[in-house]
Each structure stands twice: as C-alpha cells, then as structure tokens.
C-alpha cells in the first residue's frame, strides 16, 4: 500500500519516516547524511522515496516564532523545491514549528 513519507531536512542530515503499511502509524525510516552535492542529496531522498512506495510526501518547514520564514525556512523550501520538480506525487510543505 502507498505511504506518506515525512521529511526534516537539515543543513547535515534529512530525516525520514513513513506510515505503516496500513497508514495509521507513522515511525522513523532512515537518516540520509547530507553531501556537499544537493543533486546527490535529492537523488538520495528519490530513491529511498520509491523503495518506500509513497504516494505523498510532508516536508517540515521550521517557521520562526513570528511565523515568518527565518534563514533555515528559506534552505527547507529551496530543497523543496527543487525535490517537487523531480517527483510525480504530491510534496507538501508542512509548519513544524509548533512540533
């Protein structure tokens, strides 16, 4: 069954969980450790995204206090980004900033 893969993407690593195969939990997959090349990086996150099967994928967006998008927002959307262009399923940025 399709599953949902949430990502924290961080300047050293990129967190990964997914749901169960049912989709009612979620738990942690893998730590991808970041590389100076964000093509690698997003090569990376594609590959386990397929081995995972997800039909969606979460990125967490780390809002300041204030809600605006501080310097870390800006490096999470930019990764986003470029991820969204290269994938066929949905990519959804989410606030974790209450999390």
Same mark, same amino acid.
């Given at each position: 069954? *399709?599953?949902?893969?949430? $990502?924290?993407?961080? %300047? +050293?690593?990129?967190?990964?969980?997914?749901? %169960?195969?049912?989709?009612?939990?979620?738990?942690?997959? !893998?730590?991808?450790?970041?590389? +100076?090349?964000?093509? =690698?990086?997003?090569? +990376?996150?594609?590959? &386990? #995204? @397929?081995? &995972?099967? =997800?039909? !969606?994928? /979460? /990125?967490? $967006?780390?809002?300041? =206090?204030?809600?605006?998008?501080? *310097? @870390? +927002?800006?490096? /999470?959307?930019?990764?986003? %980004?470029? &991820? =969204?262009?290269?994938?066929?399923? *949905?990519?959804? #940025?989410? %606030?974790?900033? #209450?999390?």
């Amino acid at each position: 069954m *399709p599953r949902i893969v949430a $990502l924290d993407v961080g %300047d +050293a690593t990129v967190g990964v969980a997914a749901t %169960d195969e049912a989709g009612i939990t979620v738990h942690p997959v !893998k730590t991808i450790r970041r590389t +100076a090349s964000v093509k =690698a990086d997003l090569r +990376a996150v594609e590959e &386990l #995204l @397929q081995e &995972l099967n =997800a039909s !969606k994928v /979460v /990125v967490g $967006l780390p809002l300041l =206090a204030s809600g605006e998008e501080g *310097p @870390q +927002a800006a490096k /999470v959307r930019e990764f986003f %980004d470029r &991820l =969204a262009r290269r994938l066929h399923i *949905p990519v959804e #940025l989410f %606030d974790e900033s #209450l999390s």
